[in-house]
């Protein structure tokens, strides 16, 4: 397994790779997705990067369980087949975009969430001139309104620094399971859904260390508290 460090550390690594001739789609990841060099409109080439990534960093399995695909819907509709599909997106989420087709269209890598509710991308086959067909890896700011939705592959688990309603699944369930280990005799239901006892189990725990019960989400300092198991 791969963590979205990685992955985007490869991503990262492209960004400036260009089609040769322009408008050609002979590029690298195309000759890499059909074990030749192609050329022509028919093989448009932003999916088949992002396949791309996840093969060199030997991560195949985590984009699309192993299978190869270049096209964006199928990657869409497999992870919501799997329950990975989400409408906010952290780093590492492949982020899926229509731009007016009425269906997935183009996808990037999420490199970060933005203050502003944008995106930061590494996209391929892209261009300030064509969102979707642009020719080149670049990084790029997306808005909600191009955006489907988010498809979360299953990276090997990164450390927890900050947990909140809004967190993905994991992050969540990984987070009741170690209160409901470190606060014995309590226990709610591990299903990464921040419901009401979710919050009241986090301040039976912060009471159990003797800290304030005012916030409102598990931040550094619970987070490092429950890395370390800590009791009280």
Known sequence: MAKASTILKKAKSYIGTKEKPANSNNVKFNTDYYGHSVKGSSYPWCCAFVWDIFRMCNASDLFFGGKKTAYCPDVENYYKKHDRWHSTGQAGDLCLMDFGKGRASHIGIVEKA???????????????SSDDNGGAVMRRTRSKSVIRGFARPAYDQEKYTTVKKTSDKGAIKWMQKKLNELTPGTNIEVDGIWGKMTTVQLKRYWKRLGWSTAGSYCGKKTCKALY????K
Do not use: Q
């Open 114 to 128: 933005n203050k502003d509710g944008t995106y930061t991308t590494i996209e391929g086959n892209t261009s300030k």
């Open 228 to 231: 370390a198991n800590r009791k």
